[in-house]
């Protein structure tokens, strides 16, 4: 589902990470984020207080954009989210956070999703291809 050109912006784009409950959408950009080797998308709980009250409420559903605006690429990703709280992943993203924000912040926990689907939002023929 995730193929080497989705992997590739995945890894060097900020994400846009979207959420709705109650009719209220939400979306924020992540920077600390990363592709598991198995395909999961995992982003770090700095500031997602809202997207994770959403998560609880909507069964997890989450959208993540990604996109290069110099190339025209772009691709939609819905899938699941699980909130974790320990373990090597949060560990990993807490040291992270706290070298960028020089141990003013951390990361509370990550965001694990299982993606579902691919959408191609790159302009062209391809576009709303589902991958």
Same mark, same amino acid.
């Given at each position: 589902?995730?193929?080497? #050109?989705?992997?590739?912006?995945?890894? *060097?784009?900020?994400?846009?990470? *979207?959420?709705?409950?109650? +009719?209220?959408?939400?979306?924020?950009?992540?920077?600390?984020?990363?592709?598991?080797?198995?395909?999961?998308?995992?982003?770090?709980?700095? =500031?997602?207080?809202? %997207?994770?009250?959403?998560?609880?409420? #909507?069964?997890?559903?989450?959208?993540?954009?990604?996109?290069?605006?110099?190339?025209?690429? +772009?691709?939609?990703?819905? +899938?699941? $989210?699980?909130?974790?709280?320990? +373990?090597? !992943?949060?560990? %990993?993203? /807490?040291?992270?956070?706290?070298?960028? =924000?020089?141990?003013?912040?951390? $990361?509370?926990?990550? !965001?694990?999703?299982?993606?579902?689907?691919?959408?191609?939002?790159?302009?062209? $023929?391809?576009? /709303?291809?589902?991958?």
């Amino acid at each position: 589902m995730l193929n080497e #050109n989705v992997v590739k912006l995945l890894k *060097a784009s900020m994400w846009d990470l *979207a959420t709705c409950a109650d +009719g209220e959408p939400n979306v924020v950009p992540v920077a600390f984020k990363d592709v598991t080797e198995d395909g999961r998308l995992v982003v770090g709980d700095v =500031f997602l207080e809202t %997207t994770l009250n959403n998560i609880r409420v #909507n069964d997890g559903k989450i959208a993540i954009s990604v996109y290069d605006a110099q190339k025209l690429e +772009g691709y939609q990703i819905k +899938g699941k $989210a699980e909130y974790v709280t320990v +373990g090597r !992943l949060v560990d %990993t993203f /807490k040291a992270m956070v706290e070298k960028v =924000f020089r141990g003013t912040a951390t $990361a509370k926990g990550v !965001l694990v999703i299982t993606v579902e689907k691919v959408i191609i939002t790159t302009p062209g $023929a391809e576009n /709303k291809k589902i991958l």
